[in-house]
């Protein structure tokens, strides 16, 4: 099982967590949830308490990827199966991304 903390401009929103390659969820943190204020992450994971499953990597997270040569690169620069949508997702979006999304990895204890 992997995890990625998700951030809307810098603040934790949520978790999304990889139990195996054919099972995501994504809980948006409780904080997050009670704040008013604070947007959904995306008009696909709108702002509830329940977690979101699926079985493949969500739309959202899967377009933040790159495609083609570039994802090529990708993982053969950073020692990435290129099928790893996770695995890529959690060592490419951790900066510089196009939009207010931003993920890190999740240490367990």
């Known amino acids: 099982m992997r995890a ?3 951030y809307h401009h810098g603040i934790f929103a949520g978790i999304l ?19 008013a204020g604070k947007p959904a992450i995306s008009l696909t994971l709108p702002k509830t ?3 979101y499953s ?20 990708q993982s053969t620069l950073l020692r990435i199966d290129e099928e790893d949508n996770f695995g890529l997702l959690a060592a490419t979006a951790q900066y510089d991304t196009i939009g ?4 890190k990895p999740v240490i367990s204890k």
Do not use: C
Request: glycine content about 4%.
């Open 17 to 35: 967590t990889e139990e195996n390659r054919q099972h995501y969820v994504f809980r948006y943190d409780d904080n997050y949830f009670n704040d």
């Open 100 to 103: 207010a999304i931003t993920v």
């Open 4 to 6: 990625l903390g998700i």
């Open 49 to 51: 308490q329940k977690e």
């Open 54 to 73: 699926s079985r493949f990597l969500f739309p959202f997270f899967f377009n933040m990827l790159s495609e083609g040569v570039n994802r090529k690169l």
